[in-house]
């Protein structure tokens, strides 16, 4: 759904041959060699199709239930938190039975419920907020309070909340908050505010409802609104729970990752609730897996973002980590997924395979994955880094670097050193200052060239500019907008990633260079720690040591490069080439575990 939620989240990794990079890790390819099939006694959770309104509910709940679907976000009925849902219809005036939507929304949960299918009432925050309006959080609570009528009195079965369209004001760095008044530990206490009386108004109209939301928000403002909802359920022993549903989980099949990534989640709530609402999280609540099967990436086109395999895998981990409910993501591709319409795959590909995989509903047999799939289930707290060999890191989210929580490899982390990072990102999260780049030491002062025309499929990323024939920094080239020379770059305060779009116009559809030296007392073995928005590459001494060809999120140690630095002074040349959007990177040096580098220096200059 969003763009950051689409770059692979694991490791890029070992240095083989000059030039070579291969992956050490990667969570969007299939575990191999498991067995798959069914495990009496293993309750299954219900699978959620994203999302259908009321007519197609009607019409096809039987047609999803033979493909293995037997819940659904209801969609087009109220898009957003400031939607009247009595105007749906066009006819704002009826409120109640008499209104038109409300009739097709009976018939649906009346069909589902035959079927013993479940409906939840989809609203999406797509509009930002005033946290400190309170005229307007009058009406907005009254807002809440209607879509929770109408999905108690239409027969839903809960309230599904997608928070994610407004991601930006979630950083407390968002450009509409000016601190005039009001401290970063102010805001979180008034969104929390907010959103617990957001919450106390839904339970107030529908007190039994099952309560979904998503997606995964890192450290950030939108955590806080989740912990808001998840602790005011606790506080009212809520029957229905607030489940969790995830996105990252979309095209990263890989069920060692898929167990880490639940895992994660937990270990993040159990840091952020009071103990009265762990004790709760752990009694009715559950994490929610998300599989984006077709739809590619947001075109209009019909191509699987996975090989049948890692569908295969990506189901059964969903099935295996989701105690109540699993999700799948139907972004331009409901009727294929209902086996209709299948003339849209030109290139002759056979789905029936993946329908078949949505049917069956298998889960992964070894007995390994068993034992940790139900132990996983019961939200429990614990390091399974042996146990899967990947471990939680806390990385920062470009270019407003906030704090979220990955998977890496568990022997490129040192556990010091990531409970360090958990301290200076609750210290974040909680409104107090963070010193993110004295921490992870990243590499802030450059020296940068562009902008070169590049395109959607990122061309400029394969071409061979002249920046990277001859690192010149005394050189002027011909650039998008005329002549072009190096310039200096220097990010200052907490944050520790460059952000090109604040230095180059125009942003999209573009590429630039970026330039700098590090000197190393000795020889020694080190990490390249490197993330792009979108693609990148890096030459270190003039040698090419990682290629990141497609879109991504410059997001702190996204990819992990071991290389052997040499000692004296050697250049590293970057190169960042964007299609839309955000633009930059972030990087830095590490020892094999993690830790900054402190025995280096960066300059701008050989000498």
Known sequence: MMKPLLAVLGCAGLLT???????AWDPTKAEPAVAYGALPGFALP??????????????????????????????????????????????????????????????ATAVARRLGAEVFLKVSFDHPFEWFNDAAWTQINNKFRQFAIFARDSGCHGIALDIEYIGQQYSYAWSGYD?????????????????????RTLYEEFPDMVFLTFPECGLSLGTAIHVAW??????????????YCTESTYRNPNIRYMLGQAAMCTELFHRLLSPRAWKYWQARCSIAAGVWPFGFDYRDTHSPGMSVEEFRQGIASSLMISR?????????????????????????????????????????????????????????????????????????????????????????????????????????????AARFREHYATVTDWLIVGPFASDERLSAHQAVLPPERDPDPRAEHDGL??????????????????????????????CAYALCYVSSPVEQPAQLRFASNDAGKVWLGGRLVHDYPREGSAELDRDIVPIRLPKG????????????????????????????????NFSLSPG
């Open 324 to 432: 109540r409910y699993n999700w799948i993501y139907s972004h331009n591709s409901r009727e294929q997924l209902l086996g209709r319409k299948l003339e849209v795959y030109t290139n002759g590909l056979n789905i029936q395979p993946y329908l078949d995989v949505m049917a069956k509903r298998q889960v992964i047999t070894d007995p390994k994955y068993v034992a940790l799939a139900k132990e996983i289930r019961e939200l429990r707290s614990r390091d399974y880094s042996s146990d899967l060999g990947v471990a939680p890191w806390m990385s920062l989210m470009g270019p407003a670097d906030t704090p979220r929580v990955r998977l890496v490899r568990a022997d490129y982390r040192d556990a010091r050193e990531q409970e360090a990072g958990w301290r200076l990102a609750l210290d974040y999260f909680h409104g107090r």
């Open 230 to 243: 998840i602790e005011e359920a606790a506080r009212r022993r809520a029957p229905g729970g607030v489940h």
């Open 17 to 23: 041959v000059p030039g070579a990079v291969v992956r």
């Open 569 to 600: 002074t050697t250049s590293i040349l970057v190169k960042i080439t964007n299609n839309r959007l955000n633009w930059g990177f972030v990087l830095r040096l590490t020892d094999l575990q993690g830790r900054a580098l402190r025995s280096v």
């Open 179 to 199: 601190y005039k008044g009001y401290t970063r530990a102010d805001l979180l206490a008034k969104v929390r505010e907010r959103m617990t009386g957001v919450a």
């Open 481 to 510: 907008n005329g002549k072009v020379r190096w310039q200096e770059y220097h990010r200052s305060g907490p944050n520790v990633s460059v952000d090109l779009t604040q230095v180059f116009q125009p942003t999209e559809r573009v």
């Open 46 to 107: 219900k699978t959620i199709i994203f999302s259908v309104g009321p007519d197609e509910i009607t019409a096809d709940a039987q047609a999803w239930q033979q493909h293995g679907v037997s819940a659904f976000f209801l969609d087009f009925v109220a898009r957003d938190w400031s939607s009247d849902i009595w105007a749906t219809d066009g006819e704002p005036w009826s409120i109640g039975a008499s209104d038109k939507t409300f009739q097709k929304t009976r018939r």
